[in-house]
């Protein structure tokens, strides 16, 4: 079958931004000015489970109001295909937005027009420059009080360490807010409706333009009186993309066409270079489509794009892959998602044609997988479809093999694609059925969840046996339980959560260990010495073998090095995994006739157990970045809060008339904080976290930790 879009048509886009900053609501609307849907469910109209968004399907999203999950819909825009994902904004599901990103050509940031650059929005964009994802600005929320555009636009310079190039301005704020003044083409749009069916008005930009608006605002005036100085900046700042354009208007003097600036605006934010900024209330129905046509005009093609980076097993760069239906086929898994079509595996097609009945290689796993059923996404709809070429992102059935971060590829032509990455879960709690029936339907459910989900991890407490499930924040634990629920079918309970704390040295230590056992017949034995340093925070475990003479055979050296993996994960202060050291093994003694690998990892254990106690081991806590907004008469409260729960206050910012505080509180501190918060400030500040980095815990509160652990032990 032929290809039904071109290559240079598709447009593979993520709405990425802090929690309720507008993404869903603005991905609604996307699909409503597409002619993909009918009506406009606004998230506000959701919470009683009797009607959802198209994206926000899932039952705990509905009851939250918030996204959890991403999801795939698509849609045609100036006969150009739009792919959109639409991923979540909580901290504790940042890994959506991780995986979708990864897979992403292009990305629209969505900022709340009055808070303006947030936490998350921080996260995303750091994330975004990760993956080179060139992206565009959309200041969302205009027409609520409070709204500040340049303010904005100052936030995403500063605080994202960004160069914003504004190629709109909004006309009023607030009630008044009526359109906005698009830069490139030197027009205003104007809406004298907030319908959804209601027509801009296209006005020509005159001296009068504020008075027939009747814009009365400071701000609003000032916006308007920025134009020629911004139009200004926007054309010498497009023109540095094209020399020949940019000689050709410092010769004659005249302003360049609407179609060479696109064209300059459309290269920089390729080479992200800089960042075109957009306005609008989505909400309202003002400048969706508007983004539409920047989204076509400004983000690239999968042509646009580098080619996607190859690595060999060690994940070293070894070459690349262009994006083409003639080139062999290699695709990404970038999300695992279990639903009531059974397992759904989601990939991004870099090259090559995929068709149904297929036999394609897993290369991560070695594994080979047959194509069944191929369907396009579109929410939570699947559509058949017979083949998926470059370009698109689609969902295969029931795949047996291949998890989030696999590469699938042609057999014939085997290639690993560039790995993803993904966080390290901070928080823990115990679980288990409701009803010891459930037990084997509990564990398989819970399988399936960790496989869907590389943020979570599942463990044995080898002490108490309990089942133990790690993740990214308190939230993140509880949906998954509740997802559960509604997928599988099976309740869980949920222990109290823990914090997933480490353990490390403080100075170096040299030690000999000699493990000799005699019963009659061949004994066992192996002598190590290793030395044990500490590294820079984050740098985890390095193991090197510095022996000489052969004074431990070579066979034997990778036991020593399994043995120390092995017994690093039960600390020798409280039982944490001990992270951020070395291991040097220096010398070592065998016997012909008693020495083999396992006496070589048992005594590697033991000379791991014997000598930390030497090197100062010290607690790790993970400490958050918090980041607190409320009004400013409960600011003292608030701030000697923090104080109290061991945090440091970094700063204070203005969010429109509230002010926020950022800190950095250690996660053992924030458990129940919304409750404590809200009772403080009479239920009117809120809060956001993301994980830190991890750091020393003092010395009484390490004590009372390690009495803790020894007393449930």
């Not at 994206?55 to 999950?69: A, P, V």
């Not at 808070?115 to 750091?126: C, F, H, I």
């Not at 420059?129 to 992206?135: C, E, L």
């Not at 004659?252 to 306005?279: H, N, Q, Y």
Request: proline share 4%; with cysteine.
């Amino acid at each position: 079958m032929p290809r039904q879009t071109p290559l240079s048509d598709i447009r593979n886009i993520g709405i990425i931004a802090h929690v309720d900053a507008g993404k869903t609501t603005t991905t609604e609307r996307i699909l409503y000015y597409t002619g993909r849907k009918h009506t406009i469910i606004d998230v506000h109209e959701t919470k009683d489970l009797k009607t959802s968004t198209t994206t926000d399907y899932m039952e705990q999203e509905q009851k939250r109001g918030i996204t959890i999950q991403s999801a795939a819909v698509s849609a045609f825009w100036r006969d150009k295909k739009i792919n959109v994902i639409d991923t979540p904004g909580h901290v504790d599901f940042t890994i959506e937005v991780n995986r979708s990103l990864r897979v992403l050509d292009g990305a629209v940031v969505v900022f709340d027009g009055v808070a303006g650059v947030e936490p998350q929005s921080e996260t995303n964009w750091r994330l975004a420059d990760n993956y080179n994802v060139p992206r565009i600005c959309y200041v969302n929320k205009m027409d609520r009080s409070g709204a500040n555009f340049q303010r904005c636009v100052s936030m995403i310079r500063q605080r994202l360490n960004a160069r914003p190039v504004c190629i709109q301005v909004p006309l009023g704020s607030e009630d008044n807010f009526r359109g906005m003044v698009d830069l490139v083409e030197m027009k205003a749009y104007v809406w004298f409706s907030d319908d959804k069916d209601a027509k801009w008005e296209t006005w020509e930009i005159t001296d009068d333009l504020a008075a027939k608006l009747n814009l009365t605002v400071k701000e609003d005036l000032d916006n308007v009186a920025s134009i020629p100085a911004l139009r200004a900046e926007l054309v010498d700042t497009a023109l540095e993309q094209d020399d020949a354009a940019m000689e050709a208007y410092l010769d004659s003097g005249e302003e360049p066409s609407a179609d060479v600036l696109r064209a300059c605006l459309r290269k920089g934010t390729i080479t992200g270079a800089f960042t075109p900024v957009l306005c609008g209330s989505s909400y309202k129905n003002k400048g969706v489509c508007q983004v539409l046509d920047a989204v076509v005009d400004l983000l690239p093609a999968p042509t646009d794009v580098e080619a996607i980076k190859t690595v060999d097993e060690d994940g070293n760069a070894n070459g690349e892959r262009l994006s083409s239906d003639d080139a062999p086929f290699s695709a990404l898994a970038f999300k695992v998602l279990n639903d009531t079509y059974g397992s759904m595996t989601f990939i991004r097609v870099y090259s090559g044609v995929l068709t149904k009945g297929m036999s394609i290689l897993n290369s991560t796993r070695g594994k080979r997988e047959k194509i069944g059923r191929m369907v396009e996404m579109f929410a939570k709809e699947a559509n058949p479809i017979e083949e998926a070429r470059a370009g698109d992102i689609i969902a295969l059935v029931s795949l047996q093999e291949t998890e989030t971060g696999d590469t699938l590829c042609d057999a014939a032509h085997p290639v690993i694609l560039e790995r993803m990455r993904f966080p390290d879960p901070v928080i823990s709690v115990s679980v288990e059925p409701k009803t010891k029936g459930e037990q084997e339907k509990f564990s398989i459910a819970l399988g399936k969840m960790v496989r869907a989900d590389p943020s979570l991890r599942l463990e044995t407490d080898r002490e108490t046996g309990q089942t133990i499930l790690r993740g990214m924040g308190e939230l993140h634990l509880e949906v998954t339980l509740d997802r559960m629920r509604t997928e599988f079918g099976v309740e869980g309970n949920m222990g109290k959560p823990q914090v997933a704390y480490r353990e490390t040295i403080t100075k170096p230590v040299e030690y000999t260990y000699t493990h000799k056992k005699q019963t009659g017949g061949s004994g066992q034995f192996a002598e190590v010495k290793i030395i044990f340093e500490p590294l820079e925070r984050g740098a985890g475990f390095t193991f090197k073998d510095e022996t000489v003479g052969g004074s431990v055979p070579r066979e034997y050296v990778p036991s020593v090095g399994k043995g120390l993996e092995m017994q690093k994960e039960d600390g020798v202060l409280a039982g944490y995994p001990t992270v951020d050291f070395s291991a040097r093994l220096v010398d070592g003694k065998y016997h012909d006739v008693d020495s083999n690998a396992l006496t070589f990892e048992i005594a590697a254990k033991a000379c791991f157990r014997e000598a930390l106690p030497k090197a100062g081991p010290i607690l790790l806590e993970p400490v958050m970045k918090v980041e607190i907004v409320t009004p400013e008469d409960y600011l003292g409260d608030v701030i000697g809060d923090v104080n109290r729960r061991r945090g440091t206050v970094l700063g204070q910012l203005e969010r429109g008339s509230n002010i926020a505080v950022e800190a950095n509180v250690p996660l053992n501190e924030m458990f129940g904080y919304i409750g404590q918060l809200r009772g403080m400030t009479s239920g009117r500040a809120s809060y956001t976290m993301e994980f830190s980095h991890y750091e020393p815990v003092p010395r009484n509160v390490t004590d009372e930790i390690v009495a803790g652990r020894n007393k449930a032990a």
